[in-house]
C-alpha cells in the first residue's frame, strides 16, 4: 500500500514549485514535445521517421533520445546511448524487447523459466527476482519494471528503445549499475484522426497483428488505442519455446493550453502459452531445438505434470508535464499488478512457481529550461512492492518454498546541475541519496508440511546510500564533442532464503568518449572507453546440494570485480541511397575473490567442487563482438521505393555460465539477418519481407547440469515471414 507520508510530501514539493514559478503562466510557452514521431524537415532522416523519408534523405538527421530524462539530440548527449526505432523492429519481424536490445553493442540476453536478462558489458543477472534485481534497470514510459516477464513483452505501438551502457546512479537510481533500457511508447496526437492496421505471418505458424487507432476528441484532447496479438509454434520439437500474448494499452492525452500537458494510460499484458523450455546436451547429432517430449519426465507430480505459463499484468500510469517559465515540473505516477505462474520442466525438475506482485511509484521532477549558462534537475522518487504469497514447488525433491512477507521500499532525492563554463564547455555534476527498506521473510518446507516453525527465515533491513556524478563534455566543433565522466551507482541489499541477508553492490566508473560528425552531416562515428570497479558484487547462481536439490543462493563478492572495454558506433550515408552502419566492442572483464564451494560427493557433471573464480572472467561478456548493416532504397519514378536492408552480429566465444563446465561454453559465432521492403508512392502502405537467423546458427544462452546430463537453452532459430502495413485512414 503507498505511503502516506511520502505521497503527501511529493503533493507538497508540487504545490510550492506551483507557487513559486505561478507569475511564469503569463508568458507564451511552446507545447511540451511527446514521444510521437519528430519532425526533422525533408532533407533529414530520423530514427521515428518512416522508411519513405529515409530514401529521400541526404543527411542523417537529428536522432531523439531521452537518456537525461528530457528530450535532446543524440549527438548532443554526453551519454553513451544507442537507440532503435519502433518501424525498423516491426520490419525486421522483431516482437519482443529482448529481440531489439541486442542489436545494440555490448548487450546480451540470458533466457531462462522465470524471464530473460539482459546483460550489458557483462554486468547483469542470472537470476533477476525479489531481493535480486537486475543491474539493468527497464523504464517503460518513464516507469521502472522490475520482472523479466513484462520486460520481454510484445512491441505495441513502441516509438523506440534507448539503451544506456554504463552506471545510470544519478537521475536513474538504484539497480542501475550496470545501465538502463527506456522503452517509449507513441503518445496521442493531436488534431489526428488515424488508423493503422499491421499484420505479419512468418514461420512456425506466426502470426502478429497490430492495430492503432488515433482520435481526436477536440483542439486539446487526443485518445490513441493500440491492440496487439502475437504467436508462434514451440521452437522446440516439443512444443515448448512457444509464443501466444496480447498486449492492449489506451492514452489519453489532455493539453488545455501550451505550458500544460497531461497523459493518462492505461495497458494490460497477458501470456497463455506452454513456456520456456531445453534440450540435452551434447547434441550428438540432434538439431538444437530437438527436446525430449516433457510427458515422458519423472512421475514426481503426475498427473498434472502439463507445462503452463500464465502471466497477466495491469498497468496505470499519469504523466503531468508543466511549463512553469523558468522551469518545467514533470510528475509520473504508476500502479501495477502483476500475476506470474508458471509450471514447467526446467533442467531435470518439475518446477510450479506462483509469482504476485504489487506495485506503486512516484517520480517528481522539476528541470530549467531556457538557455542560460547554468542549467538544474532535481527530483523525487518513491517506489513500493509487495510480492508476497509467492510459492515456488519443485516436485522433483518435494521443497516448497512460501514467501511469507516481501517488501521492498525505496525513497529518494536527486539533483544534477550543469555549467556552461564556456559557449562549448560544459560540466555536469548530479547526486542522489537513496533509502531502501526490505522486509522478507519465507517458509522452506514440503508439500506436506509447507510452513513449518524451523523453516521460517528472512531479514528486515535498511539501507543507506550515495551516487554522485562529475562529467565534463567540450564541443569542439559545431559537430563533434568529447565527454568524460565519473560516476557512481549502487543495487539494493536483500535476503536469500539459504545464505541470508546481502550487502547493497556499489561501482564507481570511469568512462571517457566522442560523438562526431563529418561530410555534411553524411558520416557518424561515436567512440567510448570505459573502467569500471565493483564492491560487494552480488552473485546469483544455483547451487547443486548433495541430495541433488537445487537452490539459488546469493553471495557478496568481496574484492575488486572489474570491466574494461572499448567500443565504436558507425553510421555512413555515403550515397544517397546506400547507407552502412555498424559497431565494434572489445571488453575485458575479472571478479574479484568469488569462489563457490559445493558439496557434492558425486562430482561432476552433477556438481563442480571449490570453484576459485578469482580473476575469470564474468559470464554472458565475450571479450569481443561487432555488427555490420548496409542498406540501399530504390526510388522509382512513382514516389514509391524498396528499402534493401542486410545486417550480421559476431561474437567471440565465451562462458555463459559462472561454472566453467564442459557444457557452458559458447562458441564464437556470426548470425546474419535481411529484409526488403516496399513503401507505395503516397507512403499509406507498405510490405516487407524478413528473415532473421539466415543460417539457423544455435546461440548458446543457457546451460546447467542435470544429474549426468546438462540441460541448455539456444536463442531463436531462423525465422522468417512478411510484414504488411497500412493506413486505413
Same mark, same amino acid.
Given at each position: 500500500?503507498?505511503?502516506?507520508?511520502?505521497?503527501?510530501?511529493?503533493?507538497?514539493?508540487?504545490?510550492?514549485?506551483?507557487?513559486?514559478?505561478?507569475?511564469?503562466?503569463?508568458?507564451?510557452?511552446?507545447?511540451?514535445?511527446?514521444?510521437?514521431?519528430?519532425?526533422?524537415?525533408?532533407?533529414?532522416?530520423?530514427?521515428?521517421?518512416?522508411?519513405?523519408?529515409?530514401?529521400?534523405?541526404?543527411?542523417?538527421?537529428?536522432?531523439?533520445?531521452?537518456?537525461?530524462?528530457?528530450?535532446?539530440?543524440?549527438?548532443?548527449?554526453?551519454?553513451?546511448?544507442?537507440?532503435?526505432?519502433?518501424?525498423?523492429?516491426?520490419?525486421?519481424?522483431?516482437?519482443?524487447?529482448?529481440?531489439?536490445?541486442?542489436?545494440?553493442?555490448?548487450?546480451?540476453?540470458?533466457?531462462?523459466?522465470?524471464?530473460?536478462?539482459?546483460?550489458?558489458?557483462?554486468?547483469?543477472?542470472?537470476?533477476?527476482?525479489?531481493?535480486?534485481?537486475?543491474?539493468?534497470?527497464?523504464?517503460?514510459?518513464?516507469?521502472?519494471?522490475?520482472?523479466?516477464?513484462?520486460?520481454?513483452?510484445?512491441?505495441?505501438?513502441?516509438?523506440?528503445?534507448?539503451?544506456?551502457?554504463?552506471?545510470?546512479?544519478?537521475?536513474?537510481?538504484?539497480?542501475?549499475?550496470?545501465?538502463?533500457?527506456?522503452?517509449?511508447?507513441?503518445?496521442?496526437?493531436?488534431?489526428?484522426?488515424?488508423?493503422?492496421?499491421?499484420?505479419?505471418?512468418?514461420? =512456425?505458424?506466426?502470426?502478429?497483428?497490430?492495430?492503432?487507432?488515433?482520435?481526436?476528441?477536440?483542439?486539446?484532447?487526443?485518445?490513441?488505442?493500440?491492440?496487439?496479438?502475437?504467436?508462434?509454434?514451440?521452437?522446440?520439437?516439443?512444443?515448448?519455446?512457444?509464443?501466444?500474448?496480447?498486449?492492449?494499452?489506451?492514452?489519453?492525452?489532455?493539453?488545455?493550453?501550451?505550458?500544460?500537458?497531461?497523459?493518462?494510460?492505461?495497458?494490460? =499484458?497477458?501470456?497463455?502459452?506452454?513456456?520456456?523450455?531445453?534440450?540435452?546436451?551434447?547434441?550428438?547429432?540432434?538439431?538444437?531445438?530437438?527436446?525430449?517430449?516433457?510427458?515422458?519426465?519423472?512421475?514426481?507430480?503426475?498427473?498434472?505434470?502439463?507445462?503452463?505459463?500464465?502471466?497477466?499484468?495491469?498497468?496505470?500510469?499519469?504523466?503531468?508535464?508543466?511549463?512553469?517559465?523558468?522551469?518545467?515540473?514533470?510528475?509520473?505516477?504508476?500502479?501495477?499488478?502483476?500475476?506470474?505462474?508458471?509450471?514447467?520442466?526446467?533442467?531435470?525438475?518439475?518446477?510450479?512457481?506462483?509469482?504476485?506482485?504489487?506495485?506503486?511509484?512516484?517520480?517528481?521532477?522539476?528541470?530549467?529550461?531556457?538557455?542560460?549558462?547554468?542549467?538544474?534537475?532535481?527530483?523525487?522518487?518513491?517506489?513500493?512492492?509487495?510480492?508476497?504469497?509467492?510459492?515456488?514447488?519443485?516436485?522433483?525433491?518435494?521443497?516448497?518454498?512460501?514467501?511469507?512477507?516481501?517488501?521492498?521500499?525505496?525513497?529518494?532525492?536527486?539533483?544534477?546541475?550543469?555549467?556552461?563554463?564556456?559557449?562549448?564547455?560544459?560540466?555536469?555534476?548530479?547526486?542522489?541519496?537513496?533509502?531502501?527498506?526490505?522486509?522478507?521473510?519465507?517458509?522452506?518446507?514440503?508439500?506436506?508440511?509447507?510452513?513449518?516453525?524451523?523453516?521460517?527465515?528472512?531479514?528486515?533491513?535498511?539501507?543507506?546510500?550515495?551516487?554522485?556524478?562529475?562529467?565534463?563534455?567540450?564541443?569542439?566543433?559545431?559537430?563533434?564533442?568529447?565527454?568524460?565522466?565519473?560516476?557512481?551507482?549502487?543495487?539494493?541489499?536483500?535476503?536469500?532464503?539459504?545464505?541470508?541477508?546481502?550487502?547493497?553492490?556499489?561501482?564507481?566508473?570511469?568512462?571517457?568518449?566522442?560523438?562526431?560528425?563529418?561530410?555534411?552531416?553524411?558520416?557518424?562515428?561515436?567512440?567510448?572507453?570505459?573502467?569500471?570497479?565493483?564492491?560487494?558484487?552480488?552473485?546469483?547462481?544455483?547451487?547443486?546440494?548433495?541430495?541433488?536439490?537445487?537452490?539459488?543462493?546469493?553471495?557478496?563478492?568481496?574484492?575488486?570485480?572489474?570491466?574494461?572495454?572499448?567500443?565504436?558506433?558507425?553510421? =555512413?550515408?555515403?550515397?544517397?541511397?546506400?547507407?552502412?552502419?555498424?559497431?565494434?566492442?572489445?571488453?575485458?572483464?575479472?571478479?574479484?575473490?568469488?569462489?563457490?564451494?559445493?558439496?557434492?560427493?558425486?562430482?561432476?557433471?552433477?556438481?563442480?567442487?571449490?570453484?576459485?573464480?578469482?580473476?575469470?572472467?564474468?559470464?554472458?561478456?565475450?571479450?569481443?563482438?561487432?555488427?555490420?548493416?548496409?542498406?540501399?532504397?530504390?526510388?522509382?519514378?512513382?514516389?514509391?521505393?524498396?528499402?534493401?536492408?542486410?545486417?550480421?552480429?559476431?561474437?567471440?566465444?565465451?562462458?555463459?555460465?559462472?561454472?566453467?563446465?564442459?557444457?557452458?561454453?559458447?562458441?564464437?559465432?556470426?548470425?546474419?539477418?535481411?529484409?526488403?521492403?516496399?513503401?507505395?508512392?503516397?507512403?499509406?502502405?507498405?510490405?516487407?519481407? =524478413?528473415?532473421?537467423?539466415?543460417?539457423?546458427?544455435?546461440?548458446?544462452?543457457?546451460?546447467?547440469?542435470?544429474?549426468?546430463?546438462?540441460?541448455?537453452?539456444?536463442?531463436?532459430?531462423?525465422?522468417?515471414?512478411?510484414?504488411?502495413?497500412?493506413?486505413?485512414?
Amino acid at each position: 500500500m503507498r505511503s502516506l507520508p511520502a505521497r503527501r510530501s511529493i503533493c507538497v514539493s508540487i504545490w510550492l514549485a506551483c507557487s513559486l514559478c505561478t507569475p511564469a503562466f503569463a508568458q507564451s510557452s511552446p507545447p511540451a514535445p511527446g514521444n510521437g514521431p519528430a519532425t526533422n524537415g525533408s532533407d533529414a532522416t530520423d530514427s521515428n521517421n518512416s522508411g519513405k523519408d529515409r530514401a529521400q534523405a541526404k543527411t542523417l538527421g537529428v536522432v531523439t533520445v531521452t537518456a537525461e530524462k528530457k528530450e535532446t539530440d543524440l549527438q548532443k548527449t554526453p551519454v553513451t546511448v544507442s537507440t532503435v526505432d519502433g518501424e525498423t523492429m516491426t520490419q525486421q519481424g522483431i516482437t519482443t524487447v529482448t529481440q531489439a536490445a541486442v542489436l545494440m553493442p555490448g548487450v546480451e540476453l540470458q533466457n531462462a523459466n522465470s524471464g530473460p536478462s539482459f546483460y550489458i558489458r557483462g554486468i547483469g543477472t542470472k537470476v533477476a527476482a525479489f531481493g535480486s534485481p537486475s543491474p539493468i534497470a527497464t523504464y517503460i514510459d518513464g516507469v521502472y519494471q522490475a520482472e523479466p516477464p513484462v520486460i520481454a513483452g510484445s512491441m505495441l505501438d513502441v516509438n523506440r528503445v534507448e539503451v544506456l551502457r554504463g552506471p545510470q546512479g544519478t537521475i536513474y537510481g538504484r539497480n542501475a549499475t550496470g545501465g538502463a533500457v527506456n522503452i517509449v511508447t507513441n503518445d496521442p496526437q493531436l488534431n489526428e484522426l488515424s488508423d493503422q492496421l499491421t499484420v505479419g505471418l512468418g514461420n =512456425y505458424n506466426s502470426v502478429q497483428a497490430t492495430n492503432v487507432l488515433n482520435l481526436p476528441l477536440s483542439d486539446w484532447a487526443a485518445l490513441r488505442v493500440a491492440v496487439d496479438k502475437d504467436r508462434h509454434s514451440g521452437y522446440l520439437t516439443n512444443g515448448l519455446d512457444d509464443a501466444d500474448q496480447t498486449n492492449g494499452r489506451v492514452k489519453l492525452l489532455l493539453q488545455p493550453s501550451d505550458n500544460l500537458r497531461v497523459v493518462l494510460s492505461a495497458a494490460e =499484458y497477458h501470456q497463455d502459452n506452454l513456456g520456456t523450455g531445453n534440450v540435452t546436451i551434447p547434441l550428438d547429432g540432434r538439431g538444437a531445438w530437438t527436446a525430449e517430449p516433457y510427458n515422458t519426465a519423472d512421475a514426481s507430480c503426475s498427473p498434472n505434470c502439463q507445462p503452463y505459463n500464465h502471466l497477466t499484468d495491469k498497468e496505470y500510469t499519469g504523466q503531468l508535464d508543466w511549463d512553469l517559465g523558468p522551469a518545467k515540473l514533470t510528475y509520473i505516477i504508476n500502479h501495477q499488478d502483476y500475476l506470474y505462474t508458471y509450471q514447467q520442466q526446467f533442467s531435470g525438475l518439475w518446477e510450479y512457481k506462483t509469482s504476485p506482485r504489487s506495485q506503486d511509484s512516484d517520480e517528481l521532477r522539476l528541470a530549467s529550461t531556457g538557455d542560460g549558462w547554468f542549467h538544474w534537475l532535481t527530483g523525487l522518487y518513491y517506489f513500493d512492492a509487495n510480492t508476497g504469497g509467492g510459492i515456488d514447488h519443485i516436485y522433483t525433491f518435494d521443497s516448497v518454498q512460501t514467501t511469507n512477507v516481501a517488501t521492498d521500499r525505496s525513497k529518494a532525492a536527486f539533483g544534477q546541475l550543469t555549467f556552461d563554463l564556456a559557449d562549448t564547455v560544459h560540466l555536469t555534476t548530479g547526486l542522489r541519496y537513496t533509502h531502501d527498506a526490505v522486509r522478507q521473510w519465507d517458509y522452506i518446507g514440503t508439500s506436506e508440511d509447507p510452513t513449518p516453525a524451523s523453516g521460517l527465515s528472512g531479514i528486515a533491513a535498511n539501507f543507506h546510500y550515495w551516487s554522485y556524478k562529475v562529467g565534463l563534455d567540450w564541443s569542439y566543433t559545431p559537430s563533434g564533442m568529447l565527454y568524460t565522466d565519473y560516476s557512481t551507482a549502487s543495487s539494493e541489499g536483500g535476503s536469500n532464503p539459504y545464505t541470508g541477508p546481502y550487502a547493497p553492490e556499489h561501482i564507481r566508473a570511469f568512462e571517457i568518449g566522442s560523438k562526431n560528425r563529418w561530410l555534411d552531416d553524411r558520416l557518424q562515428l561515436n567512440s567510448a572507453a570505459y573502467y569500471y570497479w565493483y564492491t560487494n558484487y552480488q552473485l546469483s547462481y544455483p547451487h547443486y546440494l548433495s541430495d541433488g536439490d537445487i537452490n539459488v543462493y546469493t553471495t557478496d563478492v568481496s574484492g575488486t570485480t572489474t570491466v574494461a572495454g572499448l567500443e565504436s558506433e558507425l553510421d =555512413y550515408l555515403f550515397t544517397p541511397t546506400d547507407r552502412l552502419g555498424g559497431w565494434i566492442n572489445y571488453n575485458h572483464t575479472s571478479f574479484g575473490e568469488a569462489s563457490i564451494t559445493e558439496n557434492c560427493p558425486v562430482g561432476p557433471p552433477t556438481c563442480l567442487v571449490d570453484i576459485n573464480l578469482k580473476g575469470e572472467p564474468l559470464p554472458q561478456a565475450p571479450k569481443r563482438s561487432a555488427s555490420l548493416s548496409y542498406e540501399h532504397y530504390f526510388n522509382f519514378g512513382d514516389g514509391s521505393n524498396i528499402t534493401a536492408h542486410f545486417d550480421g552480429k559476431y561474437k567471440s566465444g565465451s562462458f555463459i555460465d559462472i561454472y566453467h563446465f564442459e557444457g557452458s561454453y559458447a562458441a564464437g559465432a556470426t548470425v546474419w539477418n535481411a529484409r526488403l521492403t516496399y513503401y507505395s508512392a503516397d507512403n499509406k502502405w507498405s510490405l516487407g519481407a =524478413y528473415i532473421n537467423n539466415i543460417s539457423n546458427k544455435a546461440l548458446l544462452q543457457q546451460s546447467n547440469p542435470a544429474g549426468p546430463a546438462f540441460k541448455a537453452m539456444f536463442g531463436d532459430p531462423r525465422t522468417f515471414g512478411v510484414v504488411f502495413n497500412i493506413k486505413l485512414f
